[in-house]
Every structure is written in C-alpha cells, then in structure tokens.
C-alpha cells in the first residue's frame, strides 16, 4: 500500500533511568503519489539491553494524506 517509508530520529532522547522517550517523524508515499507525516513519541521502559514496554502517542489528524 505504500512506495516509501522515511524515518527520522529527533534528537535529544530523554532517559531517565530505565524509561527513554524518542520522537520520531515518519513520512509514508503512497502508490497514489500522497504523502502522510506523522510525528510520534515513543516512550519506553528497558530492562537491560530491552524494550519491554513500549506506547506510543500522535496525533490521529496526522494521518490524513496529503497531495
């Protein structure tokens, strides 16, 4: 359903102790030619060298497509 999946990182990353939070902006391409940005926060609990939790929160409006 999709031509292209872009990711990017936005840095700083926020840790404090075991819980990270990232934010993240994808850019999806449709087959159709339209664009969808979605920009996410990822927060996450670790144990060790793993994620063992993890949620993540956007906004819905953002995933409407654009031409």
Do not use: M
């Amino acid at each position: 359903r999709v031509r292209s999946v872009t990711s990017e990182c936005v840095r700083p990353v926020f840790v404090n102790g075991n819980y990270v939070v990232i934010r993240w902006i994808f850019q999806f391409e449709a087959l159709d030619g339209t664009r969808t940005r979605l920009e996410e926060l990822a927060y996450q609990r670790w144990e060790g060298d793993r994620v063992v939790e993890e949620k993540f929160f956007y906004d819905p409006r953002e995933l409407q497509p654009r031409t």
